[in-house]
Protein backbone atom coordinates (compact mmCIF):
# COMPACT_ATOMS: atom_id res chain seq x y z
CA UNK A 1 0.00 0.00 0.00
CA UNK A 2 2.94 2.45 0.60
CA UNK A 3 4.40 1.67 -2.48
CA UNK A 4 1.50 3.00 -4.67
CA UNK A 5 1.24 5.83 -2.39
CA UNK A 6 4.67 6.62 -3.16
CA UNK A 7 3.99 6.29 -6.45
CA UNK A 8 1.44 8.15 -7.09
CA UNK A 9 3.03 10.88 -5.40
CA UNK A 10 5.58 10.24 -7.97
CA UNK A 11 3.43 10.66 -11.22
CA UNK A 12 1.29 14.18 -9.23
CA UNK A 13 4.22 15.90 -8.81
CA UNK A 14 5.78 16.04 -12.21
CA UNK A 15 2.20 16.89 -13.25
CA UNK A 16 2.05 19.86 -11.18
CA UNK A 17 5.31 20.60 -12.28
CA UNK A 18 4.29 20.48 -15.66
CA UNK A 19 1.23 22.21 -15.02
CA UNK A 20 3.14 24.94 -13.82
CA UNK A 21 5.75 25.74 -15.73
CA UNK A 22 3.60 25.65 -18.90
CA UNK A 23 1.25 27.91 -17.20
CA UNK A 24 4.77 29.83 -17.03
CA UNK A 25 5.29 29.69 -20.83
CA UNK A 26 1.91 30.90 -21.47
CA UNK A 27 2.41 34.42 -19.73
CA UNK A 28 6.63 34.61 -20.26
CA UNK A 29 6.67 32.94 -23.73
CA UNK A 30 10.34 32.03 -22.79
CA UNK A 31 11.03 28.40 -24.98
CA UNK A 32 12.88 27.09 -22.21
CA UNK A 33 10.19 26.52 -20.28
CA UNK A 34 8.05 24.78 -22.75
CA UNK A 35 10.86 22.44 -23.18
CA UNK A 36 10.69 21.97 -19.23
CA UNK A 37 6.99 21.80 -18.84
CA UNK A 38 6.82 18.78 -21.98
CA UNK A 39 9.46 17.22 -20.41
CA UNK A 40 7.72 16.65 -16.89
CA UNK A 41 4.87 15.90 -18.75
CA UNK A 42 6.75 13.21 -19.75
CA UNK A 43 8.12 11.98 -16.89
CA UNK A 44 4.47 12.15 -15.19
CA UNK A 45 3.60 10.01 -17.87
CA UNK A 46 6.48 7.85 -17.56
CA UNK A 47 5.68 7.34 -13.54
CA UNK A 48 1.90 6.73 -14.47
CA UNK A 49 2.98 3.84 -16.80
CA UNK A 50 4.52 2.24 -14.12
CA UNK A 51 1.73 2.61 -11.29
CA UNK A 52 -0.20 0.60 -13.83
CA UNK A 53 2.53 -1.66 -14.69
CA UNK A 54 2.65 -2.37 -11.34
CA UNK A 55 -0.84 -2.13 -9.81
CA UNK A 56 -3.40 -2.23 -12.80
CA UNK A 57 -2.19 -4.78 -15.73
CA UNK A 58 -0.50 -7.50 -14.60
CA UNK A 59 -0.86 -9.23 -18.20
CA UNK A 60 0.72 -6.47 -19.99
CA UNK A 61 4.61 -5.69 -19.75
CA UNK A 62 4.83 -1.55 -19.94
CA UNK A 63 8.87 -1.64 -19.36
CA UNK A 64 9.56 -0.72 -22.98
CA UNK A 65 6.70 1.90 -22.78
CA UNK A 66 7.98 3.31 -19.52
CA UNK A 67 11.74 4.07 -20.80
CA UNK A 68 10.38 4.98 -24.28
CA UNK A 69 8.29 7.83 -22.77
CA UNK A 70 11.07 8.94 -20.17
CA UNK A 71 13.76 8.90 -22.27
CA UNK A 72 11.48 11.24 -25.00
CA UNK A 73 10.82 13.76 -22.04
CA UNK A 74 14.33 14.07 -21.39
CA UNK A 75 15.36 14.35 -25.01
CA UNK A 76 12.74 17.37 -24.76
CA UNK A 77 14.68 18.56 -22.23
CA UNK A 78 17.92 18.36 -23.83
CA UNK A 79 16.68 19.94 -27.03
CA UNK A 80 15.52 22.67 -24.60
CA UNK A 81 18.72 22.94 -22.90
CA UNK A 82 21.24 23.01 -25.90
CA UNK A 83 18.92 24.74 -28.48
CA UNK A 84 16.66 27.11 -26.44
CA UNK A 85 19.34 28.74 -23.26
CA UNK A 86 21.03 31.27 -25.08
CA UNK A 87 18.18 32.90 -26.78
CA UNK A 88 16.83 35.91 -24.69
Known amino acids: MLQFIVNIFGTVVPALCAV ?29 LVVADLFVVHDIDLYRWRLASAAVAMLFLMYGLIFESDQP
Open 20 to 48: LLLRAYSRVRKRLLLWAGLCFAGLSMSNA
